[in-house]
């Protein structure tokens, strides 16, 4: 379950972090630029973090894991997610890449 049951997988933040250990390896994030500090508005007074996401897409598109998959999910820390569960409805609709 979660992020770490993907083929491939990254988690990103503005400086290093460990995330643990795997088979006698540590883990760590990917590092992008930036700050991860925004402001709070609109009437829902809701995260202004625009700038925020399209640092972290730029990050993404230049990380090779990117390029040698055909799906990106991005999730939240707290988000409960199946990837095999992902991976059968994506089948069932498209071919795998040749």
Not at 25 to 52: Q, R, Y
Not at 67 to 82: G, L, Q, S
Request: proline share 4%.
């Amino acid at each position: 379950v979660g992020i770490f049951a993907c083929t491939e997988w990254a988690v990103y933040s503005n400086k290093e972090v460990s995330l643990g250990n795997q088979d006698g390896k540590t883990l760590h994030n990917d590092v992008m630029n930036g700050s991860l500090k925004c402001k709070f508005g609109g009437k829902a007074h809701t995260a202004l973090n625009t700038p925020v996401f399209r640092r972290f897409w730029d990050a993404l598109q230049i990380n090779p894991k990117s390029w040698r998959n055909d799906w990106i999910v991005k999730a939240d820390p707290d988000t409960v997610f199946f990837p095999d569960r992902l991976k059968e409805m994506l089948k069932s609709r498209w071919k795998e890449s040749q």
